[in-house]
């Protein structure tokens, strides 16, 4: 499956419409995102279950300021419309392997209920 190119226009329809979502914040002049694109690519031709999505910092800077994007590349990860992952920092391909197993073995409920009792205590 090729990468969804995000902007302001398509952002939020990316993460309502997608259950698991992967995003890429990246820039043309950064070599560590040079470095892992890549990586990032064939992970998308081998997992059909996982809308894969980069964000050009340059171009969308109010996106990468609404997620408080500091570094670049930074992954973030969405499944059913929640944060699972957000970190910055290139991987290498079986480290974001293994990262893309663990995200998606998460059990979303009890992911949910984890985030009411936080909600409810705080």
């Not at 064939?42 to 964000?55: G, L, N, P, Q, T």
Request: glycine share 4%.
């Amino acid at each position: 499956m090729a990468t969804l190119e995000l902007n302001a226009g398509n952002f939020q329809q990316a993460i309502t419409d997608n259950a698991n979502l992967i995003i890429d914040f990246w820039a043309p002049w950064c070599a560590p995102c040079r470095g892992f694109a890549p990586t990032f690519e064939a992970a998308s031709e081998k997992r059909s279950d996982i809308v894969f999505a980069k964000v050009n910092t340059e171009e969308q800077q109010e996106i990468a300021a609404a997620f408080n994007i500091r570094s670049i590349p930074t992954l973030m990860m969405f499944r059913d419309q929640i944060i699972i992952y957000s970190e910055a920092g290139a991987l290498p391909a079986v480290a974001f392997e293994q990262l893309i197993e663990q995200a998606m073995a998460l059990d979303m409920d009890t992911v949910r209920a984890e985030i009411a009792g936080q909600s409810a205590a705080g």
